[in-house]
Structures are given as structure tokens and as C-alpha cells.
């Protein structure tokens, strides 16, 4: 519940809060998910499949597609609550991919409104490793992109 309350309090465009989740713990069920998912092959106790409701997106116009953005900053406050938690986890991206969509959907049986974002893999790590940073000043730039120092 810790990781759900995350991810309900992520940020939402217009305030519309267009996500839905499934919470998978049945064996049975997470096999099936491994078994459609070529990247999501995890052995991991509990899986959480963050979707987006297209109801609840904005209307049919240019920000119809905010529920990716919406449901993605929802899976990022899992990632992040489950580290702060002690906990592993791993996201594995489901749309824009067709098989993998409609895979996940069969598996969960999901209505046709209710799209899968991705499958966020949760259980103890299987190692502990030292923090890390990706970052590189090459990509951040000032004012524009086009007034780059390099």
C-alpha cells in the first residue's frame, strides 16, 4: 500500500489522475505475465502494472496522451518508494507495444479503455550495489540548445 499511496500522489496533468493499477501477487498469474514479456522475465514475488484509463484522460484533443506522462510519474514514485523501502524493483515497458499490450491485457483482463504503461517488477534485490549517477553535462544546456558551449 506504501507503493500504491507514491504512486497516487505523483503529479497529473489537469488533474485528472488517469491511472489504474494491478497489483499481482498469484504465481500463477506473474508466470504468465513472464511468459509474454521478453524484457520481464524477473523472479520477483509481486508485480505492479501501472495502466492508464482513457475515460479519465483529457478529451480527444492535443493532451489526450497526457495519461503516459500522468501514469509514468506514477511508476517513478514506485521505483522510487520501494528504494527508499529497501526494496528491488524493475520497470518493464509495455506500451507503445502492440503484442505487448494486448498480451498483458489478456493476461489481466483488462477493458479495452484500460491500457497497460508498463510492469514494475518488486522483491528483495538480489545484490546490493554501490549508487551510481548518470549524469553528464554534455546534456544539459542553457537558455537554448542552440547557444551550447561544446
Given at each position: 500500500m506504501t507503493l500504491l499511496r507514491a504512486a497516487i500522489a505523483a503529479p497529473s496533468a489537469s488533474n485528472r489522475q488517469p491511472w489504474e493499477f494491478v497489483v499481482v501477487t498469484d504465481p500463477a498469474v506473474l508466470q504468465r505475465l513472464r511468459n509474454h514479456l521478453v524484457l520481464g522475465r524477473y523472479n520477483a514475488p509481486t508485480a505492479i502494472v501501472v495502466c492508464g484509463n482513457t475515460r479519465r484522460a483529457l478529451p480527444k484533443c492535443a493532451g489526450n496522451t497526457f495519461w503516459i506522462q500522468d501514469c509514468s510519474a506514477a511508476a517513478q514514485n514506485i521505483l522510487l518508494a520501494a528504494t527508499g523501502l529497501g526494496l528491488g524493483s524493475?520497470?518493464?515497458?509495455?506500451?507503445?507495444?502492440?503484442?505487448?499490450?494486448?498480451?498483458?491485457?489478456?493476461?489481466?483482463?483488462?477493458?479495452?479503455?484500460?491500457?497497460?504503461?508498463?510492469?514494475?517488477?518488486?522483491?528483495?534485490?538480489?545484490?546490493?550495489?554501490?549508487?551510481?549517477?548518470?549524469?553528464?553535462?554534455?546534456?544539459?544546456h542553457w537558455q537554448t540548445y542552440a547557444d551550447a558551449k561544446r
Open positions: 524493475v520497470w518493464i515497458g509495455v506500451h507503445p507495444v502492440a503484442p505487448f499490450v494486448f498480451a498483458v491485457r489478456r493476461v489481466l483482463k483488462l477493458p479495452r479503455h484500460v491500457v497497460p504503461l508498463g510492469v514494475i517488477y518488486v522483491g528483495h534485490p538480489a545484490e546490493t550495489k554501490e549508487p551510481r549517477t548518470r549524469f553528464d553535462e554534455d546534456k544539459v
